[in-house]
């Protein structure tokens, strides 16, 4: 059975979907049925029922349940529509119209109650009786409308949340404020629709898009201004913009209507719209009627106006005012005119009057005529629209309109025919809408993410910031917090992106199981999946791209297809059951286990999402650790941490067990090890990550995990500055590689003694350790391990350099650097530079170190280095000292050191402290920097290999101020330790200091 996924089954089977439901309820029943006789009353019924239906499905309405005295109805379903709401309010105005003017026996009028609410229900044939039957919904919102509907005066229609926010645009309402419901737990919001306004403004509620900014369209907003001169000129034009929803047509109108604002010209403006799309002249009409003043005008003064505006252009009035009047409402006193043409020659009458009207208009003043919403326009008034095209060539008349892409202009581009195509918008004109709305304190991070899944839409940017904020204030500000596929689309949205997909039919259910797969997805895993034959598919697919949905790519080894925005996916993905969801996900492993081995294996990631998605945790956790290895690999340490934290969080769900310990030790070493690096090495986390192993190895027995873990510990240990506890740990590492005698562990082993001696001034331990480590310093295994030889062989080149071999230390330096650059290793090459940039500025060779150290805060920031990071603001703070910007590089330092504070690295501070004294003397400020230098002495005086250096400029900066004996004092004390250290160098520095100072005070 090729085809047994069930593209069909899930054609057929319920769904997870936004719907407005409607409750329609008639007044008194009871009272009415105690009063009337029960044929009389059931007659009566009927005839609600029928006011009902008719009213609910002339406005593409199902009617759901009748229930004698009441009716339920669906809109947005079995087709969503982004109009629903709008249509619910209507069917409700509507009903509780003709419900008013049914015949009673008795002299009281009947009347009805409505109750309207849109949220997510699971809707479809839930009775597994199969086609036929109604469809049922299940979900908070029917309940809500029912409560809503019994809340509501006799004749009132109440609405719900998500049904006001969506159709806020085209009625009035009044707030009800909260209503305390029954069944239902919170109070919820509810209004009461007063009234139809005047013109739909759809999305522009209460002005607020007008105080925003708008971004970009310079060019087209020119565009449209150069043609409307043209057409003042007397060169008549069309103009038309395209763009999917939400992509800123209207924005656009609204700002050339703002920059036309003082212009002698006249604006008409009517749209489009789905309700509407075939009541003849609708949009001409609403252009009319708003350019008299609106319906609110009182009907005499509107005929006045009508009739003043008619004889200005020197039309029969007689023989127009009625047509006119008739089309926009406005009663006549004498309306026999138009009532004795037929209904064919009325229409060609109103045609040929309307056009001439316009034509003659634009003879006093220029007219800028916009139609939005093109491809919802009626007929009539496009052919209207081509009648003054076809007679505008030399009149004074722009038409501007606006539509969405399956506007199909019958009109050839030319001189005078202009399309715009309005491209999405950039990263950064994205971000700019989304901090306009959510507040510039949004993080940087979430901000992009929305930017991202807006994929340029401003009204997909928009309407993701404000459920963030919405959120974020029902939340108390924790964000973003979904993990797994689901993620929420936005109330206001999901009509309109559900629409788009029901527009697609057959090809639904497919896009389902496309979402499932993925943002982007290879063609074989969806034909894998589905089941469907290759040839259908790609018929299947193609007819997507061509509907927008998809957009097609090549790649080296395969086609793949990929959602054209996120939400598309997000909508197609919400609307699977969750049982029918974790199904396909479980299918989507499974055949990607079996069928595309090198997916599995090289991008881990994918299949533990669907393991997980699935709920198989076993499966999900082996691969989201595939998957932190697999990045590691690749040296994607960000990627890594996410995978293994996923793998630890799924794990602790899992029931315990010795053998989920084991898992979780595994779990916490390798994430402590990324930790150390995305954290850095004494971070709280990476800290807690260490106690956690610690904790779970001391119920396991295995050396070789031990080791890995007391490295981790002692790296902690000796990041935090403690380093004689360090030292000690250093020896047991060592007896424990030797025990267990592998190559990459005896290389840490003794880089972890090396480093660990020298940081207590032990050089000539240090030395040795390293001369012992080399041959296992070469060692692929060792090599691999993130930082290793950036640390092992920076730390020798200081430790050669310090005990005087300037030239091993350049040799040592290089190496590491070399290596770094031909692992093209982010991490090593970072670590590299910032160790050769401090020996740099040691060297006196500012101007290297400011450019090793400008690469290394470039890398480290772009990879997420922090530990790193920080040592560069410090080098390059020392450079800049040395290149005479002393008060820059005490900033740099001071912003390095304040950084470090904060991941818990207390390490080299000795060396950094001298700095900052260093380059507050070079700014003139003794006293901040003897300050400061006596607290580089004392912070740490457990870390000593730098010291005697620190000794001898005290001494210096003591000289300076006039105190020849404690200065002697400091360069006596630095030629001790220097020397009894081995520290050839600062041995001479110190001694030449201390002969200076000898000359120029003798005894
Ligand atoms: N260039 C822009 N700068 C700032 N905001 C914009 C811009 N373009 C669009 N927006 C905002 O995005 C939202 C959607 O824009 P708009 O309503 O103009 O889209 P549209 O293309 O007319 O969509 P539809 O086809 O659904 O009518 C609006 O709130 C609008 O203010
Ligand atoms: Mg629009």
Redesign the pocket.
């Known amino acids: 059975m090729p085809d047994s996924l069930g593209v069909r089954d899930l054609a057929q089977t319920a769904e997870r979907r936004q719907l407005t439901v409607m409750f329609c309820d008639l007044v008194g029943s009871t009272a009415l049925s105690a009063e009337l006789d029960p044929e009389d009353l059931q007659e009566l019924l009927a005839a609600f029922q029928r006011a009902c239906a008719e009213a609910i499905e002339s406005l593409g309405g199902y009617v759901a349940k009748e229930m004698g005295d009441g009716v339920m109805a669906y809109f947005g379903y079995p087709r969503a529509r982004e109009d629903a709401a709008e249509r619910a309010i209507r069917a409700g105005l509507k009903a509780v119209e003709s419900i008013r003017a049914i015949p009673h026996p008795d002299a009281e009028p009947l009347s009805a109650r409505v109750g309207i609410a849109t949220g997510l229900v699971v809707v479809g044939d839930l009775s597994g009786v199969g086609a036929g039957a109604r469809a049922e919904v299940v979900g908070k919102t029917p309940n809500l409308a029912a409560r809503l509907q019994a809340a509501a005066q006799p004749g009132r229609v109440v609405v719900s949340r998500l049904t006001h926010r969506l159709a806020e645009g085209v009625f009035e309402f009044a707030s009800l404020g909260e209503l305390m419901l029954k069944g239902l737990r919170n109070p919820e919001p509810a209004w009461e629709v007063v009234g139809t306004l005047p013109f739909r403004a ?3 509620r209460s002005g607020d ?1 007008a105080e ?6 310079v060019p087209e907003i020119t565009r449209i201004i150069d043609a409307m001169r043209r057409s003042v000129a007397g060169e008549g034009q069309l103009v038309g913009v395209s ?10 109108v609204r700002a050339i209507e703002e920059r036309l604002r003082r212009e002698p010209i006249l604006w008409l403006e009517g749209a489009g719209a789905q309700i509407f799309a075939n009541t003849p002249f609708h949009a001409a009409g609403q252009m009319l009627r708003r350019s008299l003043g609106g319906p609110r005008l009182p009907a005499d003064e509107a005929l006045r106006r009508l009739t003043e505006a008619l004889a200005r252009t020197g039309l029969d009035v007689d023989r127009t005012l009625p047509l006119i009047a008739e089309l926009i409402g406005v009663p006549t006193p004498d309306l026999q005119a138009p009532l004795t043409l037929g209904a064919d020659e009325r229409r060609r009458s109103l045609m040929a009057c309307l056009e001439d009207w316009l034509l003659k208009s634009a003879e006093a003043r220029p007219i800028m005529m916009v139609l ?2 093109m491809h919802w326009i009626d007929p009539s008034t496009l052919e209207l629209v081509d009648r003054i095209i076809a007679g505008a060539s030399s009149a004074r008349i722009c038409i501007l309109y ?1 539509a ?1 892409p399956e506007f199909q202009a019958p009109w050839p581009e030319s001189a005078n025919h202009h399309r715009i195509q ?1 491209e999405r ?1 950039d990263l950064a ?1 994205t971000l700019a ?1 989304i901090t306009a709305l959510a507040g510039a304190n949004l993080s940087p991070v979430l901000a992009r993410n929305i930017a991202d899944r807006a994929g340029g839409v ?2 997909f ?2 309407e993701l910031a404000r459920l963030l904020i919405q959120e974020d204030g029902e939340a108390g500000g924790q964000g973003e917090k979904k993990h797994g596929q689901e993620r929420d689309i936005p109330g206001s949205l999901s009509g ?1 992106l559900t629409a788009r997909l029901d527009q697609l039919g057959d090809e639904k259910p497919l896009l389902r199981i496309a979402a499932v797969l993925g943002q982007e997805f290879p063609l074989r895993l969806l034909a894998a999946v589905s089941g469907v034959g290759r040839r259908r598919l790609t018929a299947a697919l193609e007819s997507l791209v061509r509907a927008d949905i998809l957009v097609s790519r090549i790649s080296r080894t395969d086609r793949a297809y990929g959602f054209r925005h996120a939400l598309i996916r997000d909508a197609a993905y919400g609307g699977l059951l969750k049982g029918e969801r974790e199904d396909l996900h479980r299918r989507a492993a499974k055949t990607i286990l079996a069928r595309l081995p090198e997916v599995a294996r090289s991008r881990p990631e994918i299949l533990a999402q669907h393991w997980e998605a699935a709920g198989e945790l076993d499966a999900a956790v082996q691969a989201w650790r595939a998957a932190g290895s697999r990045a590691l690999e690749r040296r994607g340490f960000q990627e890594a941490q996410v995978a293994y934290e996923r793998a630890l969080a799924i794990l602790l769900a899992l029931t315990d067990s010795p053998e989920r310990d084991e898992r979780e030790l595994d779990l916490v070493t390798s994430l402590l090890g990324v930790l150390q690096i995305t954290a850095g090495y004494s971070a709280p986390r990476t800290r807690a990550a260490a106690a956690r192993a610690r904790e779970l190895a001391e119920r396991d027995g295995n050396p070789t995990r031990r080791l890995g873990r007391i490295i981790a510990e002692w790296a902690a240990l000796s990041s935090a500055g403690e380093f004689l506890e360090a030292s000690q740990l250093a020896d047991r590492v060592l007896s424990l590689a030797q025990a267990d005698a592998g190559p990459a562990n005896l290389g840490h082993a003794h880089t972890v003694q090396m480093t660990a001696r020298y940081r207590i001034g032990d050089l000539i331990a240090a030395e040795g350790y390293f001369r012992a480590g080399e041959p296992y310093f070469a060692h692929e295994g060792f090599r691999r391990w993130p930082g290793a030889v950036a640390q092992t062989f920076g730390n020798a080149a200081r430790v050669a350099w310090i005990m005087g071999d300037a030239s091993e230390a350049e040799r040592r330096t290089a190496h590491a650097l070399t290596f770094a650059r031909e692992s093209g290793d982010a991490y090593n090459l970072a670590f590299a530079e910032n160790m050769a940039a401090i020996i740099s500025v040691w060297s006196a060779r500012p101007s290297d170190a400011d450019a090793l150290a400008r690469n290394a805060l470039a890398l480290s920031e772009t990879h997420g280095f922090p530990q790193q990071a920080f040592i560069s603001r410090i080098a390059l703070g020392g450079a800049a000292a040395a290149l005479g910007e002393a008060r820059r590089g005490a900033q740099l330092i001071r912003e390095g050191l304040e950084g470090m504070a904060k991941t818990g690295a207390r390490v080299a501070m000795t060396v950094y402290l001298t700095w900052l004294a260093e380059s507050h003397q070079a700014g003139g400020d003794m006293d901040q920097a003897l300050v400061v230098i006596d607290e580089a002495l004392q912070i740490n005086p457990q870390e000593r290999f730098f010291r005697p250096e620190t000794l001898r400029i005290r001494g210096e900066l003591r000289l300076q101020r006039q105190e020849p004996s404690l200065a002697e004092r400091d360069f006596l004390e630095a030629i001790r330790s220097s020397k009894s250290m081995g520290a050839k160098l600062f041995h001479q520095r110190a001694s030449a200091s201390l002969q200076t100072l000898r000359r120029l005070q003798p005894a």
């Not at 925003?212 to 369209?217: A, I």
């Open positions: 759809r999305r522009s898009t925003r900014p708008m971004v970009n369209r763009a999917e929803a939400g992509m800123g047509k209207s924005r656009l939005e919403d606006t969405r309005l918008l004109n809408i401003a009204l940017a928009e309109l």
